[in-house]
């Protein structure tokens, strides 16, 4: 009778043609030969935070994903493993929470799969995602494809999601109230695009690790050596006081709304300027750039002017941030 | 730590040029404007089980969901929920089978993404792929496009998969051994279209709730009636012994290697024929038909000559089957 309940819950929130035919599959019809795909699980804890739901960061993670590479995302797929006991009325909250954010993105939610685990064998509820979407330019964009001199634009204030969620989940008050900044990109790219065509190198979302972790990333793929300075990083004083008083570097803190770009010299003054007109990216700014030295390496002028590496954070800081 | 090694363990076994590039997404060309896709979320207890484990069937079971619409499987995404302290080496054991079996089935893991929850917050490993297939031919099959007069074929002999995990499950030993028919289905499918062309209205995998399920849910799709001869349906002795012993019907229970089409009634002796010469099809059989009369519901003629309604499954009878 569960099954059957949280079937029609389903088919009532997403309510498509192509769900509806209720195959084991999805038929779909693409307007490009060039696709890309990404997955991902979430595993938030707590499923409901401040400014946001597992249902909303399930929607809008992997339509960023998609949407880094410059695709446009159309489609996405939910696979469900609810533990037994979990309440219907909070699951329903997240379906609509999904479904809002999916019409928000202009995607739709094809084809789904929902497995109920015994109580005790899973955490209320986890969801995975996976977004389809078409690439509509013909160059590449990818964490491999940083040059020398590219200057790395970051869209926006930073830490806002690892530290809202770990407030909520340790019961934590901080003055002012920090809300994720969970939201969907694929516009901000889009404009972006349109401003810079293929000076665009690569983009990438710093979510689990944060920025410290995707330049790092970027750097290790692109054998290229980065810089940044700290200043130059926008954090919100509320947040800033709260990583200081948790000892957390906001470098290190998980992001949901927000991208760098590795922009060549010659597009970096259009690019920021598109990025800064759009909503999603009013706060974006230059924080550093790329260097033929020290490949795979990540350098931080701080507040104080010293340079410092910037490592990979050690281990997982913040479990279960997304 | 842990992370880092499992990272590398993914793209020691998945190795290939579009995972390798390492970015949060997978950029695809595609020889096809339609494509099929299809999620599923394993949370197969126990992971290993006489004839297959989780990373096999994870494989298989979304090839063959996008199989079943005559789609040709390209691609899979991989997302992994360790519980923490899971070991290390069953995993490396789960994710060189699902190596084996998507190389076995020609398709490649493009993307994937790793969560690790605390312990006692999962059970051990859950898998989910998305698969991605493209459509070669220009007709529908659907579970939505039974006709009366169909012929309802089977591939071969029901409810091993399902007795196979229930008996590791629970520590049952039978005299002979009952292995799980995990299997891919879609070069079967193909040989089928080319037998039948657009007379393959409907193809489905019974997987859970078995053949009675999924005739269930094609009535229903289809408004159409359905009648079934149990003697005509295959059942190996052993499985049909250990059903008897635990009072399960094995039109109730699962298979993973399995295939329900419905078939025009002129080109059913062709589809027949070229499924018994492959080898997933061997031991195909006519077991029923279709009808305008009585929609949605499905009859059973049994053994004794009587009709009764083959219903839907009452519950899950066997939770985490896949």
Redesign the interface.
């Known amino acids: 009778?569960m099954?059957d309940l949280i079937g029609r819950l389903f088919r009532w929130a997403f309510d498509n043609p192509t769900l509806n035919?209720?195959?084991?599959?999805?038929?779909?019809?693409?307007?490009?030969?060039?696709?890309?795909?990404?997955?991902?699980?979430?595993?938030i804890?707590p499923l409901f935070f401040p400014g946001g739901d597992i249902g909303e960061l399930a929607v809008y993670g992997t339509v960023n994903?998609?949407a880094?590479?410059g695709?446009k995302p159309l489609?996405l797929?939910?696979?469900?493993?609810i533990e037994e006991g979990f309440s219907l009325s909070d699951l329903q909250t997240i379906v609509v929470s999904m479904r809002d954010a999916a019409h928000a993105c202009g995607v739709t939610i094809?084809?789904?799969?929902t497995?109920?685990?015994?109580k005790?064998?899973?955490?209320k509820l986890?969801i995975?995602t996976?977004?389809?979407?078409i690439?509509g330019h013909d160059f590449v964009i990818?964490?491999?494809n940083l040059q020398p001199d590219d200057v790395i634009i970051l869209s926006g204030s930073i830490a806002e999601h690892g530290i809202a969620v770990l407030s909520k989940r340790e019961g934590l008050t901080f003055e002012t109230s920090i809300v994720s900044d969970a939201a969907p990109l694929h516009e901000l790219v889009q404009v972006m695009i349109a401003a810079g065509g293929n000076g665009i190198h690569a983009m990438?979302?710093p979510t689990r690790g944060g920025v410290a972790a995707t330049l790092n990333?970027l750097a290790s793929?692109s054998h290229v050596g980065i810089r940044v300075i700290e200043k130059a990083v926008p954090v919100q004083s509320a947040v800033a006081s709260a990583c200081g008083l948790l000892g957390l570097d906001p470098l290190h803190v998980a992001n949901e709304g927000k991208l760098i770009a590795a922009v060549s010299p010659a597009s970096a003054d259009r690019v920021l300027a598109a990025m800064r007109a759009h909503p999603r990216g009013a706060n974006a700014a230059i924080i550093g750039s790329v260097t033929a030295a020290d490949p795979g390496r990540v350098q931080l002028q701080t507040i104080l002017g010293s340079w410092r590496i910037l490592d990979m954070p050690v281990?997982?800081q913040l479990?279960?941030i997304c």
Do not use: W
Not at 110 to 113: A, I, L, R
Not at 115 to 118: D, I, L, P, S, T
Not at 120 to 123: A, E, L, W
């Open positions: 009778m099954h035919r209720m195959d084991d599959q999805a038929v779909l019809a693409l307007d490009s030969n060039r696709i890309a795909v990404s997955t991902d699980s979430f595993v804890d994903d998609v880094m590479c695709a489609y797929t939910a696979g469900f493993i094809v084809t789904g799969d497995k109920v685990v015994n005790g064998k899973g955490d986890f995975n996976t977004g389809i979407g690439i990818s964490g491999s990438r979302d990333e793929s281990g997982e479990p279960r």
